[in-house]
């Protein structure tokens, strides 16, 4: 495994690689490795935070169980700028809201995979990055999300 980081506008990202796939992504200072893989993942986070890319187009360790890849299927086809409620996911994967939420704070890979565009019918719900719902608020509003109660 290899670990680099670098400062946001949210604070320090540490990614984390592993046979050239992005497998993890967090908040705080812990590597300063250099790969392919990782140089790719900086470059276009930093891209996205200073608004010029809307899609990611890394190469992710997604693997896991039938219900996970699927959930991340979701996750990544949550438009720049739009969410989804907790609600909504669970009735599209018919599952429970609590399973749609567990999967978010589980997510190894967030910001990458857009657990941030995830929010409850009448609140933010949580984050598990950064400063948690501090974290989500800045991502939501980078992207200009609508009709948020932030």
């Known amino acids: 495994m290899i670990r680099a980081s670098f400062d946001t506008p949210t604070g320090p990202i540490t990614l984390e690689e592993s046979a050239g796939r992005i497998v993890r992504l967090w908040w705080g200072r812990d590597g300063d490795g250099t790969s392919e893989a990782l140089d790719a993942a900086q470059g276009q986070i930093t891209e996205y935070f200073a608004g010029r890319r809307e899609r990611f187009d890394l190469p992710l360790n997604l693997r896991g169980n039938d219900f996970q890849a699927r959930f991340?299927?979701?996750?990544?086809?949550?438009?720049?700028?739009?969410?989804?409620?907790?609600?909504?996911?669970?009735?599209?994967?018919?599952?429970?809201?609590?399973?749609?939420?567990?999967?978010?704070?589980?997510?190894?890979?967030?910001?990458?995979?857009?657990?941030?565009?995830?929010?409850?019918?009448?609140?933010?719900?949580?984050?598990?990055?950064?400063?948690?719902?501090?974290?989500?608020?800045?991502?939501?509003?980078?992207?200009?999300?609508?009709?948020?109660l932030i």
């Open 72 to 148: 991340y299927g979701v996750l990544l086809a949550i438009p720049y700028g739009e969410t989804r409620t907790y609600g909504d996911i669970a009735r599209e994967m018919a599952v429970s809201a609590q399973a749609v939420g567990q999967a978010c704070g589980a997510n190894p890979i967030p910001l990458l995979v857009p657990c941030h565009r995830v929010v409850g019918a009448n609140s933010l719900g949580g984050f598990s990055g950064g400063t948690g719902v501090e974290t989500k608020v800045a991502l939501l509003r980078l992207e200009g999300a609508a009709g948020l």
